[in-house]
């Protein structure tokens, strides 16, 4: 089903996200709206364990089996709940691609970052591995790093190089949005300053839409038009950039903004 309307646009409305594992519920994600226009950056911030991560997981349908998703996800204007198990499987890469949390430890340990790039390529664009070789080469200079790179295994790289072939894998198919979640955690401030604005560059030069989660609101402030703020898998506070971050109406917004400013303090 379309709807015109939604054209451009990742669209979430009234989503919830419920796991079901070892006789015990969690509900993570509790009735949230809000939207990914193409071309637009928006920032999903949040304490540890607000539901970030579900939510993010929920729009390309990759939650853990058996877990409860209700809500509407749709990417100009298709109901993606309604594509067949391989059409989402194409939308995956070559509409809404993910960078996962963690995901410089999600490669396969014994296959190249190469390898990695051209087996999607392969699958999803059916292109020949030499080709592919040549495309990863290209993919991974756009994503700031050397094509020669492409012949290392993943542990052969630092955190920041892993950071960087998760994004060149994610564009491999060049995707219309970016899911990135906490793409630059795990690394040191100028290290995450560089990575990120690659990520922002590479998605404003392509005129791509971008959720990017963070739990740092001030850095996120930054780089985003839209700030969505979660807490307790509810949408505390959202709207501009500049408006959520310099005005925020709530007070665990107005926390977590003074929490990062005195880690920044005491570092
Ligand atoms: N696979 C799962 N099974 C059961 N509960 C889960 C699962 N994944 C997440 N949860 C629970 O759902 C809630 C939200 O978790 P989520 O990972 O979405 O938070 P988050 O905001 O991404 O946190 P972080 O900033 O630490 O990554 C938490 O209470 C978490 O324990
Ligand atoms: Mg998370």
Avoid at 39 to 65: F, N, Q
Avoid at 201 to 224: E, Q, S
């Amino acid at each position: 089903m379309s709807n015109q309307n939604d054209a451009g646009k990742i669209t979430i409305e009234r989503l919830s996200v419920t796991y079901c594992s070892g006789g015990r519920t969690t509900r993570a994600v509790r009735g949230c709206s809000f939207g990914i226009p193409k071309g637009g950056i928006v920032g999903l911030v949040g304490e540890s364990g607000s539901g970030k991560t579900s939510a993010l997981m929920a729009i390309p349908g990759l939650l853990p089996t058996g877990t409860l998703v209700t809500g509407r996800v749709s990417c100009d204007g298709t109901n993606l709940a309604e594509l067949k198990e391989e059409e989402l499987a194409a939308w995956r890469w070559r509409r809404i691609a993910l960078v996962p949390q963690g995901a410089m430890n999600s490669f396969t340990p014994h296959l190249t970052i190469g390898r990695h790039i051209t087996e999607v390529l392969s699958h999803h664009l059916k292109m020949p591995i030499k080709a592919g070789r040549e495309r990863a080469a290209e993919l991974l200079e756009t994503s700031g790093l050397d094509g020669f790179l492409q012949a290392r295994y993943p542990h052969e790289l630092s955190g920041g190089q892993k950071q960087r072939a998760a994004l060149a894998l994610a564009l491999a198919c060049e995707p219309d949005f970016l899911l990135a979640d906490e793409p630059t955690t795990a690394l040191d401030v100028i290290t995450q300053k560089e990575v990120l604005d690659t990520i922002v560059k590479i998605v404003r030069g392509r005129g791509m839409g971008l959720l990017l989660v963070t739990h740092d609101l001030p850095l996120a402030a930054g780089i985003c038009d839209e700030l969505i703020v979660m807490k307790d898998g509810e949408i505390a506070e959202s709207g501009p950039a500049r408006q959520v971050s310099g005005n925020p109406q709530q007070p665990y917004t107005k926390l977590l903004i003074d929490a990062i400013r005195e880690m920044d303090v005491a570092r």
